[in-house]
């Protein structure tokens, strides 16, 4: 792990000498994964996203700060019908509630990255139905041939002006804090 905090901060200061133009081409590789985990007064529930995350492939600009990086063009496009929560009732539940219908899209955009320790505190805005709400989060990074960035997104839904689902005539009530999980397995290349 700490490896590999090296060598990522060793990549970025590379780049930030450089005199050309800051950006990196990042591929998003197989085996990159997101899921949302949520919980209701009866039982927990994840729904598993199963298209390609997109873009796979986008360059993203940078600017060198004060402890950290201002990031551009850094942004991760969800269908929000894409989603499998283990049963055509629960799917169409969660397709009501993130309004699939009328906003298809769900968005992170990564616009700064701090070093945090041993991991890195990302700030972002996540766009859900049409409402936009800037977030902190941590992410963490994992050894192998490629890099591994892993975050937990803790929010609630209410922010995003979405109604929790009830059901049985409010005997079933969904949580309104829920939890999107993300891996990423990442190949970085310098533009030049």
């Given at each position: 792990m700490k490896?590999?905090?090296?060598?990522v901060l060793s990549l970025f200061s590379m780049l930030l000498n450089r005199d050309v133009e800051n950006k990196v081409?990042?591929?998003i590789l197989e085996g990159s994964h997101l899921y949302i985990n949520g919980t209701s007064n009866v039982n927990e529930f994840t729904c598993d996203y199963l298209k390609p995350i997109?873009?796979?492939?986008?360059?993203?600009?940078?600017?060198?700060?004060?402890?950290?990086?201002?990031?551009?063009?850094?942004?991760?496009?969800?269908?929000s019908g894409s989603f499998d929560c283990g049963?055509?009732?629960?799917?169409k539940d969660f397709d009501e509630l993130v309004k699939s219908n009328k906003f298809p899209v769900i968005q992170i955009e990564v616009y700064e990255i701090m070093p945090k320790r041993a991991n890195f505190q990302a700030k972002i805005v996540m766009t859900i139905a049409?409402?936009?709400?800037?977030?902190?989060?941590?992410?963490?990074?994992?050894?192998?041939?490629?890099?591994?960035?892993?975050?937990?997104?803790?929010?609630?839904?209410?922010d995003f002006n979405l109604d929790a689902p009830t059901k049985a005539m409010g005997l079933i009530k969904v949580h309104e804090e829920i939890s999107i999980h993300v891996n990423l397995r990442l190949g970085l290349s310098i533009e030049s």
């Open positions: 490896l590999i905090s090296i060598i081409e990042v591929k997109q873009p796979k492939t986008f360059t993203l600009s940078y600017e060198n700060i004060e402890n950290g990086w201002l990031i551009e063009d850094a942004q991760l496009q969800l269908e049963g055509r009732r629960i799917n049409g409402v936009k709400k800037s977030l902190p989060v941590l992410i963490s990074l994992q050894e192998g041939k490629e890099i591994n960035y892993n975050a937990t997104l803790n929010l609630n839904i209410e």
